[in-house]
């Protein structure tokens, strides 16, 4: 069951456009100011737990790019899970609870600094919101029963072993699992979507806990592009007439796993992919889509603070008369938990695994050619 903070954000009343706008075309003014008044605090070190200075501005970064994204497309669902994921990351790598009441009061300062008295009202409800369900947010990030995106998989065996290995730093044995485990290409997209990914998640929930550390975490991403490399050679089609595509991650992004996963089981399915990987900068990647127009275009968001960045650049696609009729597919946990969120930055769709993407495209392509 949904805690009720869910169906509060839900019905939180939208910002207006004009809002909206003025809180993104302030964004840096506003993110100095709380950068510096936090800075300035003489307790701040003891905040954040004595951790650099610089990790706190990280967040102040992705504060104010995801709330960019939530005034503009009205995405208050996303509010209960991220922010809670902000809480128990940040807590459980040093912070004091204590820091994000300051934090949010600056943002509501730096707010009313920078934007217009009417849309300085607008947003700082929802800042105030926030404030006032602080100790909900705590109470959450402390429950092991609240799952923000890192969970939601069936403990299979395999994924077990998978697990135990990564954490224990054993490439080889990870390997041989893979190797024993798949024999078909139709095995490698089941081991990735039903072995890997829920072991990854699992990852990820323990450094969000912080029962790992980030070196860990980096150490069982990179053993799983390792498997990936190793694995899906042996099953590359021939050209079976489809495509062209192109998939990344978005700008900023540096979880690349998904896209690369979904970009392998494409190419299975005879796709033509341009595999981007990680932090593709906008204007680079609209200067390669114009070289050769690709028929698909593929996003991969795994931290929400992205979307926006997502936003813009197929704003600019749609706009582009050579790149206008590219379909546009995206993935990520946000999508599952806002669908519409596909539709509002303009995407064609959205898929929540591999094989969710290879249908989407087969479907696309079938209308396109018949």
């Given amino acids: 069951m949904e805690h009720r903070l869910f169906k509060e954000a839900q019905a939180l009343p939208a910002v207006s456009h004009a809002a909206a706008l003025a809180y993104r075309d302030n964004m840096e003014k506003l993110r100095l100011q709380v950068d510096k008044e936090m800075a300035a605090f003489t307790d701040i070190l003891p905040l954040i737990g004595f951790s650099p200075v610089e990790m706190m501005q990280v967040n102040h970064r992705h504060h104010v790019q995801f709330m960019a994204t939530v005034f503009r497309l009205s995405a208050h669902s996303l509010l209960p899970k991220v922010v809670v994921w902000v809480y128990r990351s940040y807590h459980n790598h040093g912070f004091s609870y204590d820091y994000f009441p300051r934090e949010l009061r600056a943002w509501q300062r730096a707010v009313s600094s920078h934007?217009?008295?009417?849309?300085?009202?607008?947003?700082?409800?929802?800042?105030?919101?926030?404030?006032?369900?602080?100790?909900?947010?705590?109470e959450l990030a402390d429950s092991a029963d609240y799952t923000t995106f890192s969970a939601g998989f069936d403990a299979q065996k395999q994924m077990q072993i998978l697990l135990a290995h990564m954490l224990n730093n054993n490439y080889r044995a990870c390997l041989e699992l893979a190797v024993t485990s798949v024999h078909s290409p139709e095995d490698l997209a089941g081991f990735y979507q039903d072995v890997m990914t829920p072991a990854l998640h699992e990852i990820g929930r323990l450094w969000e806990m912080g029962e790992i550390s980030a070196v860990q975490e980096h150490l069982a991403t990179a053993i799983s592009m390792r498997i990936m490399s190793a694995m899906y050679g042996g099953f590359v089609m021939g050209d079976a007439g489809k495509g062209k595509a192109v998939i990344t991650a978005a700008p900023n992004e540096f979880h690349e796993v998904g896209a690369r996963m979904i970009s392998d089981q494409l190419e299975m399915d005879g796709w033509q992919v341009d595999y981007l990987g990680a932090n593709s900068p906008a204007q680079d990647l609209l200067a390669l889509l114009r070289q050769v127009p690709p028929f698909l275009l593929g996003f991969s968001i795994v931290v929400p603070f992205n979307i926006e960045a997502v936003?813009?650049?197929?704003?600019?696609?749609?706009?582009?008369?050579?790149?206008?009729?590219?379909?546009?597919?995206?993935?990520?946990?946000?999508?599952?938990?806002?669908?519409?969120?596909?539709?509002?930055?303009?995407?064609?769709?959205?898929?929540?695994?591999?094989?969710?993407?290879?249908?989407?495209?087969?479907?696309?392509?079938?209308?396109?050619?018949?």
């Avoid at 008295?117 to 100790?135: F, G, I, T």
Wanted: charged content about 30%; overall charge negative.
């Fill in 311 to 370: 936003r813009r650049i197929i704003e600019e696609i749609r706009a582009d008369e050579i790149l206008k009729n590219i379909k546009i597919m995206v993935g990520g946990p946000v999508f599952s938990l806002e669908p519409e969120l596909c539709r509002k930055i303009g995407a064609d769709g959205y898929a929540t695994s591999g094989g969710q993407a290879v249908e989407l495209a087969r479907q696309w392509w079938k209308e396109r050619t018949e």
């Fill in 115 to 138: 934007l217009e008295p009417a849309a300085a009202a607008e947003v700082n409800r929802l800042y105030q919101w926030m404030l006032e369900h602080h100790r909900d947010f705590c």
